[in-house]
């Protein structure tokens, strides 16, 4: 569990988005962490305590006097065994209060008393006029100065019927962010450029040759670095995977628009990571029309023509990036792995342990690099995807390929 071990503060402030904060709450706990709720008096016009009491489990607390807390020291007590203090729905009037900090009512008392080392984190929700508002932005730049991580806001529809920018994120987005700013920052400044999923190789408009991968290894990938702080470029092929927080996504279909991708954009990357099950093969003699079955006739005799190698190519360039490629080996895979890294000329090559990892969440490697072969025993793919970006970060710092 991302979470897992986590103590939040989170803190309910007056708007419509307050209902997304119930959703978060439910969010966080189950990836691990602990919930205490504060809430403004604003905030409960909106949503009640009742409910976020039920969500959480816990006490929720939206005065500054209550006497339940032993010594009254709510202000202080609350922040002291918490790991991160996230403030959503964060109201305009909030952050304006934030900026200059201020402290009259519990939740603002509670900002401005945290540990230095406490991060804080807000999402923003307001209408489009009061986020576009000079003072507004002023608060919000004097607030990113004062090192707070500022959580979106989202465009879009609006509860009082404009649009624009002022939502506040989904519940889920929120998830990803808070468990993002947990991460060690050991890519920050790098660029990252990823290749995932499956290719298509078309054989006539509705039909094509394809594979089993899922696109998941090389999404965990692409999340993990973008948690480490990185510039991530992912180029997918087709997937039914919702593109990772923060990650530039280009689609692609067939290997050969795949290589095109990676190829324009690999000048100027730190990091390429060869994660997509590329077909081997293309149809030369697709059909531009489908092809119709009628009695008696010819079975279509495919002819296939070698794709590109696209992590070899990068490879090979002059100024190339540090090159990690990936093994799905049927067989003998420390004897396959060992020679994929020889042929491929990377310096890391990292092996499934069998075959049948595709479309599953878990995944069992082992690293091949110059000197070494590292175990990650079974583990969810995010976690091993973490696991591998700072295996990688460490490389890069040490100049070590
Ligand atoms: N790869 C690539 N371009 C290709 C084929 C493979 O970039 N045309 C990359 C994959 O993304 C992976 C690595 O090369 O990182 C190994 O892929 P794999 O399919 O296991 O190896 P192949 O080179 O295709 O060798 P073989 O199929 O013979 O095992």
């Known amino acids: 569990m991302d979470l897992a071990g986590k103590h ?59 006497a339940r807390i032993a010594n009254n020291m709510a202000h202080i007590d609350l922040t002291r065994h918490a790991d991160a203090l996230i403030i959503a729905p964060c109201s305009a009037d909030f952050i304006a209060k934030l900026a200059q900090g201020r402290c009259d009512d519990l939740l603002s008392t509670l900002c401005v008393a945290r540990p230095a080392t406490l991060p804080l984190l807000i999402a923003p929700a307001m209408n489009i006029e009061m986020w576009q508002n000079a003072a507004t932005q002023r608060n919000v730049q004097q607030l ?30 929120l998830l990803d962010d808070v468990i993002a700013a947990f991460q060690p920052k050991v890519l920050l400044g790098k660029r990252v450029l990823i290749t995932a999923g499956p290719t298509f190789e078309p ?4 039909r094509g040759i394809t594979n089993l991968s899922s696109g998941k290894m090389g999404y965990a990938l692409a999340r993990a670095a973008r948690e480490a702080g990185a510039d991530v470029t992912l180029v997918s092929g087709p997937t039914a995977l919702a593109t990772p927080t923060g990650v530039q996504r280009i689609n692609v279909h067939t290997a050969q628009q795949m290589f095109d991708i990676v190829l324009s954009h690999v000048s100027g990357q730190d990091v390429f990571i060869a994660v997509a099950a ?35 190519t990068v490879a090979a360039l002059p100024d190339k990036p540090y090159c990690v490629g990936f093994a799905a080996e049927s067989e003998q895979l420390l004897k396959h792995g060992k020679a ?14 069998g075959h049948t990892t595709f479309g599953k969440d878990d995944n069992e490697l082992v690293l091949f690099d110059a000197n070494t072969e590292i175990h990650f025993p079974r583990a969810a793919k995010q976690q091993l995807a973490r696991q591998l970006i700072t295996e990688i970060s460490e490389r890069l710092l040490t100049h070590i390929y």
């Open 8 to 66: 939040i503060v989170l803190g309910l402030t007056g708007g419509i988005a307050g209902y997304k904060a119930a959703e978060l709450t439910r969010a966080l706990i189950k990836a691990g962490a602990t919930v205490q709720v504060v809430m403004t008096d604003a905030a409960t016009h909106f949503i009640t305590p009742v409910t976020m009491q039920a969500l959480s489990g816990k006490t929720v607390y939206t005065d500054q006097w209550d």
């Open 144 to 173: 990113v100065l004062d090192g707070v991580q500022v959580l979106g806001p989202d465009a879009g529809d609006q509860a009082c019927g404009e649009t624009g920018m002022g939502r506040m994120l989904e519940p889920m987005q």
């Open 203 to 206: 054989i006539d408009p509705v």
């Open 278 to 312: 590329v077909a081997d093969w293309r149809v030369v003699n697709a059909s531009e029309q489908k092809l119709k079955k009628s009695a008696g006739s010819a079975l279509p005799q495919l002819e296939f023509a070698l794709n590109p190698d696209i992590l070899a």
């Open 340 to 353: 994929k890294r020889d042929r491929k000329g990377i310096p890391l090559l990292v092996g499934n342990i």
